[in-house]
């Protein structure tokens, strides 16, 4: 599988996309509630994230990664402190990621007995 798909069938599930225009599911762009989401399904599925982005107003406001904090990508410590930082600094934020999944992640098939 790869990263797009397994993005929008796994992480972005059920939620919504404010980025229309995107052509990558990394460029896509959430709601805080959304993304709140995605941070408790990254943290269960094992996936990190490299960057977080938000966006105030369409604008660039503020963004930080894992090497900001010296920690791995796949260290939730990490990007729930991000998260809760800019949440509390305005919540009219929007956010997005850049994600790390691992490619045995990817390679497994992680919800085939669900669909059967």
């Known amino acids: ?8 069938q796994h992480l972005f599930t059920d939620l919504k996309n404010l980025n229309e225009t995107a052509e990558n599911a990394e460029d ?3 709601s805080e509630e959304d993304f709140s989401t995605i941070i408790e399904r990254a943290e269960h ?10 966006k105030l107003d369409g604008e660039k406001y503020a963004s930080t990664t894992h090497e900001d904090l010296k920690k791995k990508a ?3 410590s990490w990007y729930k402190k991000a998260f809760l930082t800019f949440k509390s600094g305005n919540p009219e934020l929007t956010y ?3 994600y790390k999944i691992s ?8 919800f085939k007995d669900e669909e059967e």
């Not at 599988?1 to 929008?8: A, D, I, P, S, V």
């Not at 599925?45 to 938000?54: A, S």
């Open 96 to 98: 997005s990621g850049t």
């Open 45 to 54: 599925l094992g996936i990190g994230f490299y960057t977080i982005e938000t």
């Open 74 to 76: 796949t260290d939730p």
């Open 103 to 110: 490619m045995k992640l990817l390679a497994k098939d992680i």
């Open 28 to 30: 896509y762009r959430f």
């Open 1 to 8: 599988m790869e990263k797009n798909e397994f993005l929008t």
